[in-house]
């Protein structure tokens, strides 16, 4: 007879996830688009193109929840208040894809070489985070807007170089398996 480690109960399934984000503003978001679909189209790809209102640069994961966690939402608006730093350029001029899961590799837009704006962004909220007792273990920061998922593994390309002004950064509650992002937090970066 199996038992649960939980006396029977199981483990709630994440419905929500919470994550810091950079968009690109919606012409920029357009022109990504439109890059996903062409290279999809000459690399011959499978995978459907990520929603244009969803294209971001992920800078910090908070985590995946079953319900929306208000105190932790609360706490990471408190830290994300606390950023200081001026606007910046965002430059991105390479595609390729990361291992990801077996069938479901990203297909990304990766940063140009001395993305610092988007790097000190990562690390001056990062600091927050930890300092609020929010931080999670991470892998090494890699600014990327993921275009698509797909099965194959491309190697790294040249793309002719795009990016915008980063005028802010956000809090994303995205609701698993709905495919709709809501913004809960805004907080503008100096200088826009």
């Given at each position: 007879?199996?038992?649960?480690?939980?006396?029977?109960?199981?483990?709630?399934?994440p419905t929500d996830r919470l994550f810091f984000a950079v968009m690109p503003p919606p012409a920029v978001a357009e022109r990504l688009a439109t890059l996903a679909g062409e290279l999809r189209e000459r690399l011959g790809l499978r995978g459907r193109p990520r929603p244009t209102g969803h294209l971001h640069v992920t800078l910090h994961h908070l985590g995946d929840f079953a319900g929306l966690p208000r105190q932790r939402v609360d706490d990471a608006c408190a830290a994300a208040a606390g950023v200081a730093l001026p606007s910046f350029e965002?430059?991105?001029?390479?595609?390729?894809?990361?291992?990801?899961r077996a069938g479901k590799h990203p297909f990304v837009l990766l940063g140009a070489e001395g993305a610092t704006g988007l790097a000190q962004l990562h690390d001056r909220l990062g600091a927050r985070l930890a300092a609020a007792g929010l931080a999670r273990r991470e892998r090494a920061f890699m600014p990327h807007v993921t275009l698509l998922y797909d099965s194959r593994i491309i190697a790294t390309l040249p793309v002719e170089p795009l990016g915008w002004r980063v005028g802010?950064?956000?809090?994303?509650?995205?609701?698993?398996?709905?495919t709709e992002y809501r913004v809960l937090g805004r907080w503008p970066l100096a200088g826009v």
């Open positions: 007879m199996h038992q649960s480690s939980l006396g029977g109960f199981a483990a709630p399934h965002a430059g991105f001029d390479r595609v390729g894809s990361f291992s990801g802010e950064f956000l809090l994303i509650h995205s609701l698993l398996g709905r």
